[in-house]
Nanobody, 125 residues
């Protein structure tokens, strides 16, 4: 059983930085990537980015490109979301997720089967 355990998050002023961590246990080769999503109150879940375990290739949503960076430590089965130059509109619950297999579009939440518990990120102006 794949499990994702998140840590990090919190509150910061605009322009500040935060880092989220996501430890993945029980993964197999089919769980080839970790995606990050966020959801603000009253809004749909939004794709933040994705990293693949093999090779470390990344993809990002347009709203976070150039500000957020996803990295991974294969030895620790941990993925990190480094968030810099944070804006008030980045306020949301952030969740990491793993797919069951290679099917599905990387930017769609329904392509992911296993989810972390979520972490609140609040950015004040």
């Amino acid at each position: 059983q794949v499990q994702l355990d998140q840590s990090g998050g919190g509150s910061v002023r605009a322009g500040g930085s935060l880092r989220l961590s996501c430890v993945v246990s029980g993964r197999t080769a089919a769980n080839y990537a970790v995606g990050w999503f966020r959801q603000a109150p009253g809004k749909a879940r939004e794709f933040v980015g994705q990293i693949v375990w093999s090779g470390g290739g990344t993809l990002y949503g347009d709203s976070v490109k150039g500000r957020f960076t996803i990295s991974r430590d294969n030895a620790k089965n941990t993925v990190y979301l480094q968030m810099n130059s944070l804006l008030p509109e980045d306020t949301a619950i952030y969740s990491c997720a793993a797919p069951r297999d290679f099917s599905g579009a990387y930017y769609l939440p329904e392509s992911y089967t296993y989810w972390g518990q979520g972490a609140q990120v609040t950015v004040s102006s």
